[in-house]
């Protein structure tokens, strides 16, 4: 009989970040080493309403963030009590109700910088936001979000360099340590929310 976890020992593990930074696969390949569930929420919302191009064309942002923020709150709910991992578009963290629900979880804000995302999103075109100089707007929208981000955030994973794999393990690592920070009395002076390699 397996022991019963402490309370919250056992959360969801959300990640945030920009558009681009990887979320999804790294997301994707945690889930497979934890041996947990994966929601993927800009999935969640293509699978019930079409693409996010085409909702954005015809029903706006707005209409897309209401339903963004209904997948992120589901997504949520069905996951307590469980290791699933759940990765957020790069707006999602805007909605207030989102945040409020992310204190549930365990938030990693994967961090990176425009060089690192240039390459996928010159391959990428289907991103609404991003109409235009794509670059430019990755630029704009980082900068508006990144205090909110960091705000959010209980490990931050620099995803500058390695590859996805190697990303995936440096962050396992981290939650480790993180989970026996939270779940054992270790000075808040050693918890850290950077993640070093």
């Avoid at 970040?17 to 994966?38: C, E, F, R, T």
């Avoid at 207030?96 to 979880?105: F, I, N, V």
């Avoid at 707007?137 to 620099?158: C, N």
Wanted: charged letters at 20%; one cysteine or more; aromatic letters at 4%.
């Amino acid at each position: 009989m397996p022991a019963v976890p402490a309370p919250d020992a056992v959360r969801p593990i959300v990640l945030i970040g920009p558009m681009a930074v990887g979320k999804s696969a790294i997301g994707h390949q945690l889930a497979q080493h934890l041996g947990a569930g994966y929601v993927d929420t800009d999935a969640v919302v293509v699978a019930g309403h079409g693409s996010i191009a085409e909702i954005f064309a015809s029903r706006g942002e707005h209409a897309f963030r209401e339903l963004e923020a209904r997948a992120v709150a589901r997504a949520i709910e069905d996951a307590q009590g469980t290791s699933t991992v759940i990765s957020l578009g790069g707006g999602a963290v805007l909605d207030s109700g989102t945040q409020q629900l992310l204190q549930q979880c365990t938030v990693v804000y994967l961090e990176c910088d425009a060089d690192t995302v240039a390459e996928r999103i010159a391959r990428n075109s289907g991103r609404p936001l991003l109409a235009g100089d794509a670059m430019a707007r990755w630029k704009t929208l980082f900068a508006t979000r990144r205090p909110v981000y960091e705000r959010l955030a209980d490990l931050v994973l620099d995803v500058r360099t390695g590859s996805v794999p190697d990303l995936t393990l440096r962050l396992e690592e981290a939650l480790r340590g993180h989970a026996a920070g939270t779940t054992a009395a270790v000075p808040t002076a050693a918890r850290t929310k950077e993640v070093e390699k």
